[in-house]
């Protein structure tokens, strides 16, 4: 009877987090999808007509959970102005909103989390967080610029970084946009494949 219960939660066990994963993959899916239907519109779309008639999707690293991660999250004083440079060799005014501390492949990382003057003064961005980095792929497998990932004001000291939904600017498609370069403070030393590639 012990083994069959034990054989029983081993069972319970697995199929949580079978369910568990398939939840996760189903949700990045999702996020992909919403990302290329994006790049189909033509209101939103930085693709030209003739790119948009052609586009079928971006193209994605394999969804690796081990790149949704859990960061200790410790907010800055208010008004940490940082001027941060775009490619249109302009500057956009951000606040370090805040530092998230994680651990990838055994090795503690740290990244500056950034708020945005002109949207946070917007009832729709109020809550969201610019997370811009540059990483070991960028230029090979990745655009050579770095990439981006959209956070929401965390409740507590923790947030969840998910590189499965890194996305590239939309310099990384067409010229003509001022799109903010990530800092040198947000460089990591390690490749992270997950994401958003190159486009091709």
């Given amino acids: 009877m012990k083994k069959f219960l034990v054989i029983a939660l081993t ?22 999808h919403e990302l290329n239907e994006e790049y189909k519109n ?22 690796d959970e081990k ?21 249109a060799n302009t500057i956009k005014d951000y606040d370090v909103y805040g530092i998230a501390t994680f651990t990838l492949e055994g090795k503690e990382y740290q990244l500056n989390i950034y708020q945005s003057h002109q949207l946070r003064t917007q009832e729709k961005y ?10 070991l792929t960028n230029g090979h497998e990745t655009y050579g610029g770095g990439r981006y990932m959209a956070l929401a004001i965390p409740v507590g000291d923790i947030i969840e970084l998910d590189f499965n939904k890194a996305y590239n600017p939309y310099c990384a498609y067409a010229s003509g946009y001022a799109c903010p370069i990530p800092p040198k403070e947000n460089d990591l030393q390690v490749a992270i ?8």
Avoid: C, W
């Fill in 11 to 32: 069972h319970i066990v697995i199929s949580l987090q079978l369910y568990a994963q398939g939840n996760y993959k189903a949700s990045i899916l999702a996020f992909q």
């Fill in 42 to 63: 033509p209101d939103k779309s930085p693709l030209s007509t003739e790119e948009r008639n052609t586009f079928e999707g971006h193209h994605f690293y394999p969804i």
């Fill in 67 to 87: 790149y949704h991660v859990v960061a200790k999250f410790e907010k800055l004083p208010a008004q940490s102005l940082f001027q941060m440079k775009t490619t």
């Fill in 126 to 135: 109020k809550d969201y967080l610019f997370l811009p980095f540059t990483d």
């Fill in 193 to 200: 494949k997950a994401g958003v590639m190159k486009h091709k």
